[in-house]
């Protein structure tokens, strides 16, 4: 968040900051440069539905919050997502956004599209929208007991909690050593038959849709460095206790090999 204001020019209207994980950044700071440059927050809480900042829910922290019910979110109906607003004007041209420009029956306002979500996604979103609390109190207790587990293991970092806010473990993730070949190291956890994934190989600046507007490797070194060594580790609310036991010995073992 410190380095948001640098970015900033005469061409920005909007900030938009990610919940990476399952946890929401530094809003406080946020918010006052957001501001102090009259700008906008569009807030990805995709990954981060139930977390907190100093007591206000994600999707409220933001001008707008934006939620995936995509299959691997917290919680899901297969595809689709939900846009949050304090804004009714927002509001009301979100939703002729989403159908044609259409203000009432076969009255059209603006130019839209069709992003409506199907009946049947909206019925299981609404029955998972249910179950939120209890699904993430699962993942945080898989992640206590991984903490608890990992512990003490000098080649890895795990995942910290900042202060005035909580974390829903969309994904639980460490980050390994420089001297851990990560590929070899997730080899040897799925030889174990532990699943494990990489949230994300890349940084957007290095795919071509995205360099070709002028960016290149070294731009931005610290997300670099952090797609290069992270690791994701199963938390979702179907990882038992003994499912837990059996990933830290793993990780135990393929760090010592």
């Known amino acids: 968040v410190s380095k948001i204001e640098a970015a900033i020019t005469d061409k920005t209207k909007a900030i938009i900051p990610v919940d990476l994980y399952g946890q929401p950044c530094d809003w406080k700071e946020l918010r006052e440069i957001a501001?102090?440059?009259?700008?906008?927050?569009?807030?990805?809480?995709?990954?981060?539905?139930?977390?907190?900042?100093?007591?206000?829910?994600?999707?409220?922290?933001?001008?707008?919050?934006?939620?995936?019910?995509?299959?691997?979110?917290?919680?899901?109906?297969?595809?689709?997502?939900?846009?949050?607003?304090?804004?009714?004007?927002?509001?009301?041209?979100?939703?002729?956004?989403?159908?044609?420009?259409?203000?009432?029956?076969?009255?059209?306002?603006?130019?839209?599209?069709?992003?409506?979500?199907?009946?049947?996604?909206?019925?299981?979103?609404?029955?998972?929208?249910?179950?939120?609390?209890?699904?993430?109190?699962?993942?945080?207790?898989?992640?206590?007991?991984?903490?608890?587990a990992l512990a003490g293991i000098e080649e890895i970092v795990l995942p910290k909690i900042a202060s005035n806010r909580n974390h829903?473990?969309?994904?639980?993730?460490?980050?390994?050593?420089?001297?851990?070949r990560r590929d070899d190291f997730i080899a040897k956890l799925r030889e174990k038959g532990v699943g494990a994934g990489v949230y994300y190989p890349k940084p957007l600046h290095v795919y071509p849709h995205i360099s070709k507007l002028g960016y290149k490797v070294g731009d931005f070194p610290v997300a670099e460095d952090l797609a290069a060594r992270v690791v994701s580790l199963p938390v979702h609310p179907k990882v038992t206790d003994a499912d837990i036991e059996v990933i830290a010995n793993a990780i135990k073992e393929a760090v010592n090999d």
Do not use: P
């Not at 569009?42 to 900042?53: F, H, K, L, M, P």
């Not at 179950?131 to 992640?143: I, L, M, S």
């Not at 829903?168 to 851990?180: A, F, N, R």
């Open 35 to 148: 501001d102090k440059h009259e700008l906008k927050i569009i807030e990805d809480a995709c990954q981060a539905i139930g977390a907190e900042y100093d007591g206000v829910k994600t999707g409220a922290l933001g001008d707008f919050g934006s939620f995936s019910l995509y299959a691997t979110k917290n919680i899901m109906c297969g595809e689709g997502g939900v846009v949050t607003t304090n804004s009714d004007d927002a509001a009301a041209a979100i939703r002729s956004f989403r159908q044609h420009g259409m203000t009432s029956s076969y009255e059209y306002a603006d130019l839209g599209y069709n992003y409506r979500m199907s009946d049947l996604h909206g019925a299981i979103a609404v029955e998972q929208l249910k179950k939120v609390e209890d699904f993430t109190n699962r993942r945080q207790h898989n992640a206590n007991m991984l903490n608890e």
């Open 168 to 180: 829903v473990y969309h994904q639980y993730t460490i980050l390994l050593d420089k001297s851990i």
